[in-house]
Protein backbone atom coordinates (compact mmCIF):
# COMPACT_ATOMS: atom_id res chain seq x y z
CA UNK A 1 0.00 0.00 0.00
CA UNK A 2 1.36 3.73 -0.05
CA UNK A 3 2.09 5.24 2.33
CA UNK A 4 -0.65 8.49 1.14
CA UNK A 5 -4.18 8.92 1.06
CA UNK A 6 -3.96 11.37 -1.49
CA UNK A 7 -1.75 12.45 -4.19
CA UNK A 8 -3.03 15.30 -6.49
CA UNK A 9 -0.18 16.36 -8.73
CA UNK A 10 -0.54 19.84 -11.06
CA UNK A 11 1.39 21.05 -13.30
CA UNK A 12 -0.62 24.47 -13.79
CA UNK A 13 -0.57 25.67 -10.19
CA UNK A 14 -2.97 28.33 -11.41
CA UNK A 15 -6.20 25.77 -11.31
CA UNK A 16 -5.10 25.68 -7.52
CA UNK A 17 -3.79 28.85 -6.67
CA UNK A 18 -6.44 31.28 -8.34
CA UNK A 19 -9.46 29.80 -6.93
CA UNK A 20 -7.89 29.50 -3.32
CA UNK A 21 -7.38 33.29 -3.47
CA UNK A 22 -10.91 33.93 -4.68
CA UNK A 23 -12.58 31.38 -2.08
CA UNK A 24 -10.53 32.58 0.49
CA UNK A 25 -11.69 36.02 0.50
CA UNK A 26 -15.54 34.86 1.28
CA UNK A 27 -14.38 31.02 3.57
CA UNK A 28 -11.98 30.59 5.35
CA UNK A 29 -12.18 26.97 7.53
CA UNK A 30 -13.45 24.33 4.57
CA UNK A 31 -13.74 20.85 3.68
CA UNK A 32 -12.62 19.11 0.30
CA UNK A 33 -13.83 15.94 -1.19
CA UNK A 34 -11.64 14.10 -3.57
CA UNK A 35 -13.16 11.41 -5.39
CA UNK A 36 -12.81 10.14 -9.17
CA UNK A 37 -15.03 13.26 -10.66
CA UNK A 38 -12.17 15.35 -8.74
CA UNK A 39 -11.37 17.97 -5.72
CA UNK A 40 -14.79 19.70 -4.52
CA UNK A 41 -15.41 22.03 -2.05
CA UNK A 42 -18.91 23.45 -0.89
CA UNK A 43 -18.68 26.55 1.47
CA UNK A 44 -20.71 28.74 3.74
CA UNK A 45 -19.59 32.07 4.69
CA UNK A 46 -19.94 32.68 8.41
CA UNK A 47 -22.74 35.14 7.89
CA UNK A 48 -24.22 32.50 5.89
CA UNK A 49 -24.93 35.39 2.84
CA UNK A 50 -22.82 33.61 0.69
CA UNK A 51 -21.81 30.28 -0.46
CA UNK A 52 -18.97 29.28 -2.68
CA UNK A 53 -18.92 25.97 -4.97
CA UNK A 54 -15.40 24.81 -6.22
CA UNK A 55 -14.60 21.89 -8.38
CA UNK A 56 -11.36 21.03 -9.99
CA UNK A 57 -12.07 17.75 -12.38
CA UNK A 58 -9.66 15.09 -11.83
CA UNK A 59 -8.85 15.81 -15.95
CA UNK A 60 -6.90 19.03 -15.16
CA UNK A 61 -4.06 16.69 -12.70
CA UNK A 62 -0.96 15.11 -14.35
CA UNK A 63 -1.56 12.16 -11.28
CA UNK A 64 -4.72 11.67 -9.50
CA UNK A 65 -4.06 9.17 -6.80
CA UNK A 66 -6.68 8.49 -3.96
CA UNK A 67 -6.18 4.75 -3.24
CA UNK A 68 -9.54 4.36 -1.05
CA UNK A 69 -11.30 5.97 -3.47
CA UNK A 70 -12.80 8.87 -1.26
CA UNK A 71 -10.73 11.15 0.91
CA UNK A 72 -11.95 14.33 2.80
CA UNK A 73 -9.74 16.86 4.22
CA UNK A 74 -10.63 20.18 6.66
CA UNK A 75 -8.29 23.26 6.60
CA UNK A 76 -8.00 26.59 6.71
CA UNK A 77 -8.09 28.36 3.31
CA UNK A 78 -5.85 31.30 4.83
CA UNK A 79 -2.99 29.31 5.27
CA UNK A 80 -3.33 27.12 1.65
CA UNK A 81 -3.26 30.61 0.12
CA UNK A 82 -0.35 31.92 1.59
CA UNK A 83 1.50 28.64 0.47
CA UNK A 84 0.03 28.79 -2.67
CA UNK A 85 1.06 32.40 -3.40
CA UNK A 86 4.78 31.29 -3.09
CA UNK A 87 3.79 29.04 -6.75
CA UNK A 88 5.23 29.90 -9.14
CA UNK A 89 4.00 29.20 -12.74
CA UNK A 90 5.99 26.70 -14.08
CA UNK A 91 6.10 24.80 -10.97
CA UNK A 92 4.82 21.52 -10.30
CA UNK A 93 2.46 21.61 -7.47
CA UNK A 94 1.51 18.12 -5.64
CA UNK A 95 -1.08 17.87 -2.66
CA UNK A 96 -0.68 15.03 -0.74
CA UNK A 97 -2.54 13.51 2.48
CA UNK A 98 -1.23 10.54 4.64
CA UNK A 99 -1.72 9.17 8.81
CA UNK A 100 0.08 12.10 10.33
CA UNK A 101 -3.05 14.72 10.10
CA UNK A 102 -2.04 17.06 8.30
CA UNK A 103 -1.94 18.70 3.90
CA UNK A 104 1.47 18.31 2.63
CA UNK A 105 2.20 20.68 -0.36
CA UNK A 106 5.15 20.43 -2.43
CA UNK A 107 6.49 22.97 -4.79
CA UNK A 108 8.55 21.64 -7.61
CA UNK A 109 10.67 23.75 -10.02
CA UNK A 110 14.29 24.90 -9.88
CA UNK A 111 14.03 23.84 -6.22
CA UNK A 112 11.64 21.37 -4.24
CA UNK A 113 9.89 23.16 -1.28
CA UNK A 114 7.19 21.36 0.92
CA UNK A 115 5.07 22.81 3.47
CA UNK A 116 2.63 21.12 5.72
CA UNK A 117 -0.50 22.31 6.79
CA UNK A 118 -2.67 20.67 9.80
CA UNK A 119 -5.88 19.33 9.20
CA UNK A 120 -9.05 20.73 11.42
CA UNK A 121 -11.88 19.23 12.88
CA UNK A 122 -14.98 20.54 11.89
CA UNK A 123 -18.60 19.36 12.28
CA UNK A 124 -19.98 17.00 10.67
CA UNK A 125 -22.50 19.02 8.92
CA UNK A 126 -22.44 19.03 5.30
CA UNK A 127 -22.78 21.87 3.14
CA UNK A 128 -25.48 21.08 0.43
CA UNK A 129 -25.58 23.44 -2.81
CA UNK A 130 -29.33 24.38 -2.83
CA UNK A 131 -31.66 23.34 -5.50
CA UNK A 132 -32.86 26.83 -7.18
CA UNK A 133 -34.88 27.51 -10.00
CA UNK A 134 -33.82 30.15 -12.08
CA UNK A 135 -36.41 32.16 -14.87
CA UNK A 136 -33.68 34.56 -16.00
CA UNK A 137 -30.25 33.47 -17.09
CA UNK A 138 -27.66 35.74 -19.14
CA UNK A 139 -24.06 34.34 -20.27
CA UNK A 140 -22.12 37.27 -20.97
CA UNK A 141 -17.55 38.35 -20.89
CA UNK A 142 -16.80 38.02 -17.25
CA UNK A 143 -14.80 41.40 -17.76
CA UNK A 144 -17.51 43.21 -18.54
CA UNK A 145 -19.67 42.41 -15.92
CA UNK A 146 -16.47 43.16 -13.59
CA UNK A 147 -16.47 46.61 -14.93
CA UNK A 148 -20.48 47.02 -14.30
CA UNK A 149 -19.93 46.15 -10.68
CA UNK A 150 -16.81 48.29 -9.76
CA UNK A 151 -18.71 51.60 -11.78
CA UNK A 152 -21.68 51.17 -9.58
CA UNK A 153 -20.26 50.34 -6.14
CA UNK A 154 -19.13 53.73 -6.64
CA UNK A 155 -21.81 55.47 -5.64
CA UNK A 156 -23.77 52.80 -3.33
CA UNK A 157 -23.16 49.75 -1.05
CA UNK A 158 -26.07 47.78 -3.01
CA UNK A 159 -27.15 46.76 -6.44
CA UNK A 160 -30.82 45.98 -8.12
CA UNK A 161 -30.65 43.77 -11.11
CA UNK A 162 -33.71 44.13 -13.44
CA UNK A 163 -33.62 41.68 -16.61
CA UNK A 164 -35.82 40.60 -19.14
CA UNK A 165 -35.12 38.68 -22.45
CA UNK A 166 -33.67 41.65 -24.05
CA UNK A 167 -31.41 42.68 -21.46
CA UNK A 168 -29.81 43.70 -18.33
CA UNK A 169 -29.99 46.72 -15.71
CA UNK A 170 -27.48 46.98 -12.78
CA UNK A 171 -28.88 49.88 -10.74
CA UNK A 172 -27.49 51.59 -7.67
CA UNK A 173 -28.72 54.57 -5.94
CA UNK A 174 -26.67 55.94 -2.70
CA UNK A 175 -28.12 59.22 -0.94
CA UNK A 176 -27.13 61.73 -3.33
CA UNK A 177 -26.20 59.74 -6.66
CA UNK A 178 -26.75 57.01 -8.71
CA UNK A 179 -25.09 54.89 -11.32
CA UNK A 180 -26.89 52.71 -14.13
CA UNK A 181 -25.43 50.40 -16.47
CA UNK A 182 -27.29 48.70 -19.30
CA UNK A 183 -26.31 45.56 -21.04
CA UNK A 184 -27.92 44.70 -24.24
CA UNK A 185 -28.45 41.17 -25.61
CA UNK A 186 -26.06 40.82 -28.70
CA UNK A 187 -23.36 38.40 -30.30
CA UNK A 188 -21.72 37.93 -26.59
CA UNK A 189 -24.03 38.86 -24.35
CA UNK A 190 -27.25 36.14 -24.22
CA UNK A 191 -30.23 36.05 -22.35
CA UNK A 192 -33.01 33.51 -21.59
CA UNK A 193 -36.24 33.77 -19.79
CA UNK A 194 -38.45 31.04 -18.89
CA UNK A 195 -41.68 30.69 -16.82
CA UNK A 196 -45.05 32.01 -17.60
CA UNK A 197 -44.72 34.42 -19.62
CA UNK A 198 -40.87 34.10 -21.22
CA UNK A 199 -41.30 36.77 -23.48
CA UNK A 200 -43.02 39.76 -21.04
CA UNK A 201 -40.91 38.59 -17.68
CA UNK A 202 -39.60 41.30 -16.02
CA UNK A 203 -37.09 40.39 -12.91
CA UNK A 204 -35.64 41.61 -10.07
CA UNK A 205 -33.23 41.83 -7.22
CA UNK A 206 -31.17 43.35 -4.71
CA UNK A 207 -27.79 42.30 -3.74
CA UNK A 208 -24.52 43.03 -1.96
CA UNK A 209 -22.36 44.84 -3.57
CA UNK A 210 -19.25 43.93 -1.17
CA UNK A 211 -20.01 40.37 -1.57
CA UNK A 212 -20.75 40.58 -5.81
CA UNK A 213 -16.77 42.94 -5.81
CA UNK A 214 -14.74 39.47 -4.48
CA UNK A 215 -17.00 37.46 -6.80
CA UNK A 216 -15.91 38.95 -9.72
CA UNK A 217 -12.52 37.39 -8.74
CA UNK A 218 -14.14 34.30 -10.94
CA UNK A 219 -13.09 36.64 -14.11
CA UNK A 220 -9.39 34.69 -13.89
CA UNK A 221 -11.54 31.41 -14.06
CA UNK A 222 -13.04 31.99 -17.10
CA UNK A 223 -13.34 34.68 -19.94
CA UNK A 224 -17.15 34.29 -19.17
CA UNK A 225 -19.82 34.18 -16.22
CA UNK A 226 -23.37 32.66 -16.23
CA UNK A 227 -25.74 34.73 -14.15
CA UNK A 228 -28.92 33.75 -12.77
CA UNK A 229 -31.55 35.18 -10.74
CA UNK A 230 -35.30 35.67 -10.02
CA UNK A 231 -37.32 38.33 -7.88
CA UNK A 232 -35.96 39.02 -4.43
CA UNK A 233 -34.32 34.98 -4.37
CA UNK A 234 -30.83 34.55 -4.22
CA UNK A 235 -28.21 35.02 -7.46
CA UNK A 236 -25.88 32.37 -9.39
CA UNK A 237 -22.45 33.27 -10.91
CA UNK A 238 -20.65 30.40 -12.76
CA UNK A 239 -17.28 30.79 -14.16
CA UNK A 240 -15.73 27.36 -15.78
CA UNK A 241 -12.74 26.85 -17.50
CA UNK A 242 -14.05 23.70 -19.69
CA UNK A 243 -12.60 20.35 -18.64
CA UNK A 244 -10.34 22.17 -16.25
CA UNK A 245 -12.99 23.60 -13.13
CA UNK A 246 -15.72 25.18 -12.83
CA UNK A 247 -16.40 27.72 -9.56
CA UNK A 248 -19.65 29.30 -8.69
CA UNK A 249 -21.28 31.37 -6.08
CA UNK A 250 -24.98 31.69 -4.31
CA UNK A 251 -25.51 35.04 -3.06
CA UNK A 252 -28.47 35.51 -1.39
CA UNK A 253 -30.92 38.65 -1.77
CA UNK A 254 -31.22 41.85 -0.05
CA UNK A 255 -34.63 42.42 1.51
CA UNK A 256 -35.29 46.08 2.15
CA UNK A 257 -38.05 47.26 4.65
CA UNK A 258 -38.41 50.64 2.89
Known sequence: ???????????????LKDPI????????????KVNSDGLEMVAMDPANVAMVVLKILSSSFVEFNVPNGT???????ANLKQILRRAKGDDVLTLETGEENQLK???????????????????????????LNFPCNITMPAA???DAIEDVSVVAESVTFLGDKESLLIKAKGDLSGALVEIKQDENTKITTTGEDP???????KYSLEYLKKMMGGSKIGSNVSLSFNNDYPLKLEYKEVDKLAMSFILAPRVDND
Not at 21 to 29: G, M, R
Not at 199 to 205: D, Q
Open 199 to 205: ENSKFKA
Open 1 to 15: MPDFLMKLVLAEPKY
Open 105 to 131: VILKGKSARSFTIALLELDEREQKVPD
Open 144 to 146: QLT
Open 21 to 32: AIASELVNEVTF
Open 71 to 77: EEFSISL
